[in-house]
C-alpha cells in the first residue's frame, strides 16, 4: 500500500509529537506545541519535573543547564527562579524569551483540543508526584474524558503503579529502553498488572512483540522516530502510536528505499 494511503486511514497509529515538533523549536515549550498541533500531532508528549516549592513544570532534564540559561536541579530552584530562564536560545538565538511552561499553562492550553501523553521523568526525585500529578487531573475531569486522551508513563515502575493505584480512572505506560535481551512474555504479562501501554524504544519494536502486547489487552506507542525509513517502516508495522521529533515525516511520508 502506498504510505500516503496509510497516513489518511482511520486505523493508522496516533502521530505523537516528541516534546512538541521538537526537530523544529525547542522542546517543550508551548511554541514547539503549538507547532506539533500545526503540523498534524493528534498527541504531545512532554516530560513533568517539580519545583522546589511544589509546582509542575514541563522539562525534560532534572536540571535546568541543557535547556535554559539557568544552572541547577529543578528540585533545588523555586518557580519563580524558574520562571524566568530562557529555555529558546539554547536551540536558536530566534527562540530567545521562550520560558520553561508549568503543567497548568499546557493543560489549560491543550486539554481537550489534543491528545497529551504525560511523562514522569525521574519521579523518584519529587515525593509524592503522583499524588500530585493525579490531583491536578482529577481537579480538571480527567476521569470524564475519553479513552486515551491522557496517558501517564514513565521509565519508573513503582511510580506507575503507584499512580494506577491512586487514580486508576487515567491510564499508565511504562517505557522501555533499548537492551540486547529484548521484552520477555512473562515482563509484559507482569506490566499488563497496572498499565495499558507498553511502550519501547523503537530499536525494540517487531512485530512479534507487538503482538505479544496487544495479546495482554495493552497497547504500544513507539518512541522516538527521527529518520523518514523507520518513520515509514513503523507506519506499517501495526504500533498504536509513534512519538517523532519531526511530524511531517509521519504525516507526509515519503517512498521507503
Ligand atoms: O515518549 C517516550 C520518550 O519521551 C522517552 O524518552 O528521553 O525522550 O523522554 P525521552
Ligand atoms: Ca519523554
Known sequence: LPLAFLTG???RPIFIGHRGASGYYP??????FDKAVALGADMLEFDVQQTKDGTLIVIHDPKVNR?????GY????TYEEIKVLDAGSWFDPRFKGERIPTLDAVLDRYLGKVRLLIELKKPSLY???ERHLAEK???????????GQIIVQSFDRRSMQEFHRIFPAVPV???IKNRPAGISPREIRGIAQYASYLNPKVTLVNKRLIKRIHGCGMKTF???VRDKKTAGALLKMGMDGIATDYLDYLTKPGPIE
Open 127 to 129: 515525593p509524592d508526584i
Open 137 to 147: 487531573l482529577r481537579e480538571r475531569g480527567a476521569d470524564q474524558l475519553g479513552d
Open 67 to 71: 535547556t535554559t540559561s539557568g544552572k
Open 9 to 11: 486511514k482511520k486505523d
Open 27 to 32: 522542546e517543550n515549550t508551548i511554541l514547539a
Open 173 to 175: 505506560g511504562v517505557l
Open 222 to 224: 513507539a518512541w522516538t
Open 74 to 77: 529543578i528540585k533545588n530552584l
